[in-house]
């Protein structure tokens, strides 16, 4: 169990793969992430797994483990997006595992990230991409993250919901105009889900930073940095900023849903 004086490591991960008995896992999984005292929410779903528990840095290393080479997914995860940080305290109040119909919400069942995906994009040679003239960037969150902090030039969609995300395709994107769209989020899940949406839709080029943003502000040094502001994650860290240092604010996860 952690105490006062424990460090709390934090695990995000997440891997589009094919998981026909995800509810089958469900019980596993919680009875092994309680067995080591984590506290998170994680979903599962026929396309894969996205979560993020937190707890004793032992107990993470030991999850990690667990999903990629363990009994329970059966060397399934082994192309896990998988990144660590530390909170000051314990940043989550309970274990949630759930089970939904798409680890994270689109509503395209032509969008498939284990049939075609984008391009993706190292964080060290992210700048150099959104630099170009030609290409559009694209924000995937939703606005009251984006509110918190972009990358420069990003367009904000106005997204209440990342479900809204194939509307504002629709409206606002063409093929034939957009030849070269970089996106981004939090972690990689969205846009990822969202390269795959448009790849369906005949976009030709198109492009997402590996990791999200969480990988290039723990990669990128601060002073060649084109992120200006603070990163929200679905926690009550709240925000994480370069080298995912903690803000200083506290109380998130309970006014706006998970979306990544």
Known sequence: MLDANSITKVAAFYQFAALPDYGELREPLRAFCAGLALKGSVLLAQEGINGTVAGAPEAIDAFAHELAHGDIF?????????????????????????????????????????????????????????????????????????AMGTFEGAVDPGLQSFGQFKDFAAEQLDPAKHRRIAMFCTGGIRCEKASAHLLARGFAEVYHLKGGILRYLQEVPETQSRWRGECFVFDERVALGHGLREQGLRGGDKEHGRDE
């Open 74 to 146: 059966g060397g399934r995860l082994n192309n896990l997006e998988l990144k660590f940080s530390t909170a000051a305290a314990m940043p989550f109040g309970r274990l949630k595992v759930r089970l939904k119909k798409e680890i994270v919400t689109l509503g395209d069942a032509a969008a498939d990230p284990t049939r075609q995906v984008g391009t993706y994009v190292d964080a060290s040679d992210w700048n150099a991409l959104i630099a170009a003239p030609d290409t559009l960037l694209l924000d995937t969150r939703n606005t009251f993250e984006v």
